[in-house]
């Protein structure tokens, strides 16, 4: 071992950095979303269920995991069993071709801030969706229907992997001081778009439509699935993240203080971005004089056609706020987006002992490739599907296996007694029962409800090969992390 390991200038910067991978474009267009699907209000009980049981348990994990063997995941693995180390690669793989569709939405963001100026997208509601489904993306109609590239899509990619490889090259320490900017500039733009939403007509209509309290669904199991689905997502779990931005920490550092700071200032944050979202959703459907529900479209769908619609209509400063929101989205993604690219190249490093200089940009200028498909006319549709797939599966596997090897191989006290020998506040043995116990359990559970469910019905309304596919890259993806856990790493 030549070099000394990278490390963070501070604590605030690991925990900014941490925070900043969480909060992301999941938070604006999903939660809001997810929670109005599930009950409205009510739906925050499971959601801080999920979020104590499973969340922080399993952060707590990956921190420690991290910070314990100081290494990128699958050296991390190996060094708990020797056994484990495509566990490691499997969430590398994974999160690779995560980063791969995640700088896609970057790049519509980047157009979409581009004609923001000009408010190109149109006027009416109709127009903005073409310009969306026709003009930007011309959508193909079918996944198996390639058609030719995007050339603004392709030139947005390209910004946005220039912009991830110019936050990470000058290394950890100065990405330790950008996170500041990208945390904190979306904050204070979220402020303003919450403060804009809520003085507008019709706002209340929206957020009782977000937090109406319904019950009832606590005794659906479904919504218990989406809850947990949300977290690991939200969380940025079970993706190598976590695990190689804590082994840029000093060994000593405290494990349970920045778990419960990081999860609760990504929670807080969705459920803040809710109000600008819902109370923009009520300002909408009062202008067009419908109800709310026949505004609140999901997923991508509200970012790209209804919140723009909405901002066209404000009576003044259309424009400002309109970049603003693009502006939120791509200073919440570009976060997220490199934090899923670091263990990639840390992962690449901490095996073969590369030069990081040289590995970044290969690693870079390969994701870009990689997702050129996505920046043709049946791009969208490919975004959707790799999207489950690696969620629903890859996520779910990845935290069911290590879950599996710290619980029952390398066992849950001795782990629970390093995390006690460094955090301030202790940890009890109710650690080890959510590891050992409920949190496996539920990935387990939500594992076979999608696997059935998608035998049954395939995912959306997409052809049934394209869940072939899904599930066929998932098995490649677990084929090629045995594989590279087999090559002989150029570090001990
Ligand atoms: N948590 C991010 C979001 O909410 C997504 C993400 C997943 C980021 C995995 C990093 C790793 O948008």
Not at 435 to 442: A, G, L, W, Y
Request: glycine share 10%; charged share 10%; hydrophobic share 50%.
């Amino acid at each position: 071992m030549a070099e000394a390991r990278e490390r963070w200038g501070s604590r605030s910067s690991f925990v900014f950095a941490a925070v900043g991978a969480a909060i992301g474009l999941g938070n604006v267009w999903r939660f809001p979303y997810i929670t109005y699907q599930n009950g409205g209000g009510a739906f925050l009980i499971p959601y801080l269920i999920a979020l104590i049981t499973a969340g922080i348990p399993l952060m707590i994990l990956e921190y420690a995991i991290g910070q314990k063997m100081q290494s990128s995941p699958p050296t991390a693995l190996r060094k708990i069993w020797s056994k484990a180390e495509w566990i490691g690669w499997f969430a590398v793989v994974l999160v690779f071709v995560l980063s791969t569709y995640y700088a896609t939405i970057m790049a519509w963001c980047v157009n979409y801030l581009y004609y923001s100026f000009t408010q190109a997208w149109g006027t009416t509601g109709t127009e903005i969706s073409n310009f969306f489904n026709q003009t930007l993306l011309d959508k193909s109609g079918s996944p198996g229907i390639l058609g030719g590239i995007q050339l603004p899509v392709l030139i947005g990619l390209a910004i946005t992997w220039l912009l991830i490889y110019l936050c990470l090259f000058k290394g950890v320490k100065t990405l330790g001081k950008i996170v500041y900017f990208t945390v904190g500039i979306p904050w204070l733009i979220l402020i303003v778009m919450v403060i804009r939403g809520l003085t507008l007509p019709g706002a209340i209509n929206g957020l009782n439509f977000y937090l109406t309290p319904d019950f009832s669904v606590l005794l659906s199991p479904k919504v218990w699935l989406a809850a947990y689905g949300q977290i690991f997502f939200t969380l940025s779990l079970a993706m190598g993240t976590l695990i190689v931005y804590a082994s840029y920490l000093p060994k000593n550092s405290d494990i349970a203080a920045n778990a419960f700071m990081t999860s609760l200032a990504n929670c807080g944050t969705a459920f803040f971005a809710g109000f600008a979202v819902f109370s923009t959703l009520g300002y909408l459907a009062q202008s067009m004089g419908v109800g709310v529900p026949e505004v609140a479209t999901s997923g991508l769908g509200l970012a790209f056609v209804t919140y723009p619609a909405a901002i066209n209509l404000l009576p003044v400063a259309g424009v400002l706020f309109g970049a603003l929101f693009f502006l939120l989205l791509l200073t919440l993604g570009i976060d997220s987006a490199f934090s899923q690219v670091e263990p990639v190249v840390g992962s690449i490093v901490d095996k073969w002992g590369f030069n990081k200089k040289w590995v970044l940009p290969a690693v870079v200028g390969f994701g870009f490739l990689m997702g050129i498909p996505y920046t043709t006319r049946a791009g969208f549709y490919w975004v959707d599907i790799m999207d489950h797939f690696v969620c629903t599966y890859g996520l779910t596997l990845v935290g069911l296996l290590e879950c599996i090897v710290i619980g029952y191989v390398f066992g849950a006290p001795k782990v629970r007694k390093y995390i006690n020998s460094v955090s301030d506040v202790r940890i009890g043995p109710w650690w080890d029962v959510f590891i050992k116990i409920v949190t496996p359990i539920v990935l387990g559970v939500s594992f076979i409800f999608e696997l059935i469910t998608l035998i049954r019905k395939g995912y959306g309304n997409y052809p049934i090969w394209t869940a072939f596919t899904g599930i066929g890259l998932i098995v490649i993806l677990l084929i090629l992390s045995f594989i590279l856990s087999k090559r002989k790493g150029g570090n001990p």
